[in-house]
């Protein structure tokens, strides 16, 4: 079955003339990315050459995919917009509420008795809006869009950062908050500053240990966890050919981790390959009608240089396996010298976990890979030293996978088999540990390895790795062992070097299916009931609309000092069970980011109390009482997740502004959404003009305007002042949205 398969050939009927429009009004070469967004403008009559990097543009994507962490808050947003039913195609995936625990049948009869309410919302509400329903166990959701839903040339927004993995197949996949989910399903315009384009050149192959996610392990050191926000990664060159759809997938994964848009590859033999693996090989034929404007012109592969805002070279003949980490993505460090790093580091040395799979390492060739290894390690009588946790992407993952005998050669090396589902990568992963307050290490293939993130353990050094290199260490049991040149030692005294992994790319006698666990919207004009009494779900709210004045006086509620994540604002892991109740998740405001006065997290000087408490509770109390805060932060505030709560959270308890050194785009985004004042500092030196006791204005909002600056008024404790400039990067429409109280209720007064 093709779904949407109407969509996709209303589509590509298009896109020809789309095309033409296109190049009819720019004059000039094209680049892949700039193809799919100009012919995705939400009105063609506005069609020109748009400012990378400055403009705002319009956009209509092709379809919508929520996980159900996040689907909560978009779908109880959308109950309040007033539609029958979704204008685009779209889905809702259970991957993120099953904890990571036991093993995959255990942990995921145990996810449904406990969200029961929370699943039983979310298939109603998608039922009754047209919305498509994977269930608990399906897969998780990057990789189910994979396997069915994206498409070359088209676009498409997700209520996760990860949602570029559909770029891939060669798809502009965007990840957003559940506000921009909802403008999409109702069927208006959609937002982006126009990105800037950063082109990727790709040559010679991949050899050896070296995988596709090594690419991004090494770009990531290059760009940085900042360096490719507000832009477009795409990639180009001879290489690209060399990379299966699916190591090109994940690649597009992890360019969430340098901040960019979206990634994408051209399309070529490898996606039209994975199509028809995967049942679609209409699309594949679909997309090869078109395929000269499914990649950049000729033109700009002669010169790359006058046509993307930044080049970067990577020779994948010579790439070398990467280990990044600890603590953040982009510590990137090939694996030549990784041995010297945590010697010098004094990380923990010992490999204490091995994780692999998620939404973008647990491919077929991924796993058989791995399952080589596996295999070696028998054959050879290699004891194993520390323990391996599975954790597929689908249900047609997995299926395959036990079919082909690698499930069964993973557990014979003492691996346990998680549910397909995000378990560890997301914070759910329920880890015993003989001391929780010992430093420990472990290795994964996901791509966030922030303190705590896996296991709720700031003593938790995680690295981030290929499945292969992941595996090896496993059986290694030591973060300094190389398989390139080190060798091991059996259980019979003998030396053993592993042998280069080797896999196939796609299952020789195809997938098989599995229980893949979708339910169709069945329409049906059943009334959505909450109980009120619910810890769970909770109907929203409008948030008030502002009162016409300048901010004034307002308590700083935290100066964040160094990064502060959405896993530092709104922690995942047993919150994730609080996501559709915005009251109960308002609890862990903040309570990661470390206040700047004290070293401390959740420990804030209260000005009512002249004590200090946790964030969230002296919010609380400041409401309470009518009173607005202020919450100041460092550089690239809001990294990481989509997370919504994020940015609602502070809504919800009356912080009016965000004061940051810079934001991540997702966040800004978010907190813009939701009707916060985001603002970043001009002289980022004034960051340290802050002190625990001042008061704080934001002057000048009576003027607020696109490209005016902003003033902040300091009221120290002993009586004296000071002010500097902020900047903001507001337009028109989204100081509509601040003076309204939110984008869905600005949204609500023009359909009204």
């Known amino acids: 079955m093709v779904y949407d398969i109407d969509m996709i050939r209303s589509f590509y009927s298009a896109y020809k003339g789309k095309m033409e429009r296109v190049r009819s009004v720019l004059k000039r070469p ?3 990315a700039e193809k799919i967004l100009y012919t995705h403008l939400f009105e063609e009559a506005r069609l020109r050459d748009y400012k990378r990097g400055e403009d705002y543009v319009n956009f209509r994507p092709d379809r919508v995919a929520m996980q159900d962490a996040t689907a909560q808050m978009a779908l109880l947003q959308f109950m309040n917009a007033g539609k029958e039913r979704v204008a685009v195609p779209s889905t809702v995936h259970c991957d993120h509420l099953i904890q990571a625990y036991k093993g995959a049948s255990e942990d995921i009869a145990t996810a449904t008795k406990t969200n029961e309410e929370v699943y039983d919302f979310l298939r109603d509400v998608s039922s009754r809006y047209g919305i498509g329903f994977w269930k ?4 998780i959701i990057h990789q189910i869009v994979l396997e069915n839903y994206a498409f070359p040339g088209g676009m498409m927004v997700g209520t996760d950062s990860h949602t570029p993995n559909a770029g891939g197949l060669g798809m502009v996949a965007i990840g957003v908050g559940g506000a921009d989910a909802v403008d999409v399903m109702t069927g208006m315009e959609w937002e982006l500053k126009m990105p800037k384009l950063i082109g990727v050149r790709l040559t010679g192959e991949l050899n050896g240990w070296t995988t596709p996610k090594d690419v991004i392990l090494k770009l990531a050191g290059i760009l940085t966890v900042k360096g490719g926000t507000n832009a477009i990664i795409e990639y180009f060159g001879s290489g690209t050919e060399s990379i299966s759809a699916t190591g090109k997938a994940t690649i597009c994964n992890m360019g969430a981790e340098v901040g960019a848009t979206t990634s994408l590859f051209p399309y070529d033999e490898r996606m039209g390959v994975y199509l028809r693996a995967t049942g679609r090989e209409e ?3 679909l997309a090869e009608s078109v395929t000269a404007d499914l990649r950049a012109d000729d033109e700009v592969m002669a010169l790359p240089e006058k046509f993307y805002d930044r080049i970067i070279e990577i020779n994948l003949s010579e790439l070398e396996p990467y280990i990044n980490g600890p603590f953040t993505p982009d510590a990137a460090t090939p694996i030549s010298e990784f041995a010297e790093k945590v010697l010098l580091n004094g990380y923990p040395r010992k490999m204490e976990v091995g994780l692999i ?8 060739q991924d796993l058989s890979r791995a399952a080589s290894i596996a295999r070696e390690a028998l054959e050879k009588d290699v004891a194993i030293a520390a323990p391996l946790i599975v954790n597929p992407g689908s249900e047609q993952i997995r299926a395959t996978a036990e079919r082909d005998g690698m499930i069964t050669l993973f557990r014979q090396i003492g691996a346990t088999i998680m549910a397909n589902a995000c378990g560890p990568c997301i914070g759910q992963w329920k880890r015993h540990t003989d001391d929780p307050t010992r430093k420990n290490s472990i290795v994964t293939s996901f791509n966030r390895n922030f303190a705590k993130r896996a296991d709720g353990n700031p003593n938790t050094h995680a690295f981030v790795a290929s499945p292969e290199v992941v595996l090896a260490l496993t059986i290694a049991g030591d973060l300094c062992f190389n398989p390139l040149k080190d060798a091991l030692i059996n259980q019979e005294g003998e030396k053993v070097k592993l042998r280069v992994p080797e896999g196939d790319e796609l299952p020789s006698t195809g997938f098989t299916q599995g229980n893949p666990g979708y339910l169709a919207p069945a329409g049906a004009q059943v009334e959505i009931k909450v109980n009120p009494e619910s810890q769970r779900l909770q109907l929203l709210a409008p948030f008030p609309a502002w009162d016409g004045k300048d901010f004034t006086d307002m308590p700083l509620l935290i100066k964040a000092q160094g990064k502060c994540t959405t896993d530092h604002i709104s922690m995942a892991g047993p919150w994730l069970r609080f996501r559709g109740h915005l009251e109960n998740i308002s609890d862990n405001m903040l309570m990661g980011a470390v206040n700047a006065f004290n070293g401390e997290t959740n420990s804030v000087w209260n000005r009512l109390t002249n004590t200090y408490g946790p964030v969230s509770g002296t919010a609380k109390m400041y409401k309470a009482e009518g009173i607005a805060s202020m919450v100041v932060a460092e550089e690239n505030y809001g990294e990481g997740s989509s997370r919504e709560h994020a940015a609602m959270e502070p809504r919800f308890l009356n912080v009016k502004v965000i004061l940051a050194k810079s934001f991540a785009r997702i966040h800004e985004t978010n907190l813009k959404k939701q009707g916060m004042l985001a603002v970043t500092f001009k002289d980022k030196d004034d960051y340290d003009r802050i002190q625990e006791h ?11 305007a696109p490209g005016r600056d902003l003033e902040v008024v300091v009221h120290h404790e002993d009586g004296t002042k000071e002010s500097f400039a902020v900047q903001h990067t507001y337009n028109e429409q989204q100081i509509a949205w ?10 609500l007064s023009l359909c009204y």
């Not at 001042?694 to 607020?704: A, C, E, K, P, R």
């Not at 601040?738 to 949204?747: I, K, T, V």
């Open 357 to 364: 799979g998620s939404c973008t390492n647990s491919s077929y």
């Open 283 to 285: 699309v594949a034929l």
């Open 738 to 747: 601040f003076r309204a109280g939110s984008a869905l209720n600005n949204n």
């Open 694 to 704: 001042d008061l704080l204005s934001v002057t000048g909002l009576q003027n607020f």
């Open 136 to 139: 608990p166990g399906a897969g």
């Open 30 to 32: 094209l680049t892949l």
